[in-house]
């Protein structure tokens, strides 16, 4: 009966086995860098950066404008401007005038009058605002695009970590569910044993506590579990109700048989773990896009007192106007004047407004020195932090993994004694419990290792998806 209804749901079951959606560190990290919502902000505002440039750019170019306008007056108004033409047009006889040269007068005013120019504005200087508007968004543009590569890595970072961090949990799950199936196991013989009088149901009740124990685990490890598959759903910008099959990396399957080796291509780990210290050198601090960005806003500093100064300097531009004759009509037609200018300008006094501002960019600049000294600091503490957190992760795998070891054979040894009644009851439950606390402290130790080793790399600054 039971082998007809395997066979039955079998054709049901594959589909969905093979419907599962296998999660591999590659792709995790792959998935964030697409849709992490953190670093599509940063993509966009070093998208700005580069708009930035461009738009300091345009300050060295012309500004042409084109500029119309149209005033109504009143009747009155048009009247009195227009009496004297009037005048002379009614007097052309007596005066002389001569009608040809009638039509060549113009009204002092319209009713209506439309007016149109073209301006041209060449800026020549102004103090050199042009360029130290250029060096402050090159300056902007080297900031976001160093924030981006610092929210890169603090996104692979973090996914590898929770990457880990679930694995981790899932270990710690099937380490529980192990000790329940063995309990249930142990309980299941005391209670064969104990209705054949071979063992007291104070034996069988002891089991039973034990179970109870390990039942309590195991829920705490499957809620541990779900909120490491929430981190990871979170870190990678997916729905946070995704289920994935995570994938072992190959380096974390060998480390339950031995003492894992650093991830390839990581040369900072890797010197950790041999004995040098990456961290002593300090060249990392060139090239860490956090620092990059502190010196960025240094950059944006020195920028601001020299925009200060420029109002204590003088300005050169020239303008060029081409116009069309003011008339009645919007049409471009008559006269069509045009006039160029120089234009200086030379502050003299501006009631100390100019020099306050000059002290306080001077003062910002000096905060933010002060702020990227503090910074570099904070970064040397933080990567010898990690650094030596690593090399404590490494001999706690070592040390874990002999102790794993050791509470394994003696686990066989009572386990084997029980069996043919030479231990007790509380004899293996201890040293089943030690040896369930030794695995666990294994696979704590094993993962904590590949955490700890991202995290020193990502405190160096060179994190790679």
């Known amino acids: 009966m039971k082998i007809t209804l395997l066979c039955a749901l079998l054709p049901l079951a594959v589909p969905l086995l093979l419907a599962q959606d296998h999660l591999t560190l590659d792709r995790a990290v792959a998935t964030a860098l697409e849709q992490n919502q953190a670093l599509r902000a940063a993509a966009f505002d070093r998208d700005a950066g580069d708009w930035g440039k461009l738009n300091a750019i345009t300050n060295f170019l012309p500004k042409v404008e084109l500029s119309g306008g149209l005033i109504r007056i009143d009747p009155a108004s048009e009247r009195r401007a227009n009496a004297a033409v009037d005048f002379i047009k009614a007097a052309a006889g007596t005066l002389g005038v001569p009608q040809e040269a009638l039509s060549e007068i113009k009204p002092f005013a319209y009713r209506n009058t439309y007016a149109t120019d073209i301006t041209v504005v060449q800026p020549i200087y102004n103090g050199g605002a042009e360029i130290v508007g250029l060096n402050a968004a090159n300056a902007a543009q080297d900031k976001s695009l160093y924030a981006y590569q610092d929210t890169e890595q603090d996104v692979v970072a973090s996914v590898k970590v929770a990457y880990f961090t679930a694995l981790k949990a899932e270990g710690l799950v099937a380490l529980a569910q192990e000790a329940v199936a063995r309990t249930k196991r142990h309980l299941d013989v005391t209670n064969r044993r104990a209705d054949m009088g071979m063992r007291t149901r104070t034996d069988v009740l002891r089991w039973e506590v034990q179970l109870a124990s390990d039942e309590g685990n195991l829920v705490n490890s499957e809620n541990g579990l779900e909120l490491a598959r929430l981190q990871l759903n979170n870190a990678m910008g997916v729905d946070m109700n995704s289920r994935f099959v995570i994938e072992r990396p190959l380096e974390a399957d060998s480390g ?10 990581n040369e900072e780990v890797a010197a950790t773990v041999t004995g040098v210290d990456p961290v002593s050198s300090r060249k990392f601090l060139e090239a860490h896009p956090s620092m990059m960005t502190m010196q960025a806003n240094l950059r944006l500093a020195d920028a601001g007192v020299e925009q200060a100064w420029i109002n204590f300097k003088p300005s050169v531009n020239m303008a060029f106007q081409y116009g069309w004759e003011k008339n009645d009509t919007p049409e471009l037609d008559g006269i069509a004047p045009w006039a160029i200018a120089l234009q200086v300008r030379w502050p003299i006094f501006n009631s100390f407004g100019d020099y306050t501002k000059l002290q306080k960019a001077k003062a910002e600049y000096h905060r933010t020195e002060t702020q990227v000294e503090s910074f570099r600091r904070g970064l040397l503490m933080q990567a010898t932090g990690a650094e030596l957190n ?40 201890d040293v089943q419990t030690a040896y369930t606390s030794a695995r666990a402290s294994f696979i704590t130790a094993l993962y904590d290792r590949r955490i700890a080793e991202v995290q020193l790399a990502r405190a160096l600054g060179r994190v790679t998806p």
């Open 390 to 429: 690593l090399r404590s992760a490494v001999k706690r795998t070592e040390i874990t993994r002999k102790g794993q070891m050791e509470a394994l054979d003696v686990l066989n040894a009572i386990t084997r004694r029980y069996e043919t009644g030479g231990a007790s009851n509380v004899d293996l439950i």
């Open 256 to 265: 339950f048989a031995g003492v894992m080796v650093p991830a390839a291509g």
